[in-house]
């Protein structure tokens, strides 16, 4: 895909919300580590509940947020 060619917002639809994000100049993984922030904040930072929710196991999560 053409960097060009990408837009610079998305929308990412959950169980819960409609998030937007602005993913100018931003890498893949300062766009997964806010999405993970932003589950974790809304689920009161219960790691259990964030994991469910990202569909990821809750060690998967522990090692993405101690990275």
Do not use: C, P
């Not at 932003?38 to 259990?48: F, I, P």
């Amino acid at each position: 895909m053409i960097k060009e060619n990408l837009n610079q917002n998305f929308e990412i639809i959950d169980s819960k919300n409609l998030v937007s994000l602005n993913i100018n100049n931003k890498s893949l993984k300062e766009i997964e580590n806010e999405i993970i922030n932003y589950v974790l904040k809304d689920e009161n930072h219960n790691k259990k509940a964030a994991a469910e929710r990202l569909d990821i196991g809750r060690t998967t999560l522990w090692r993405k947020i101690t990275k």
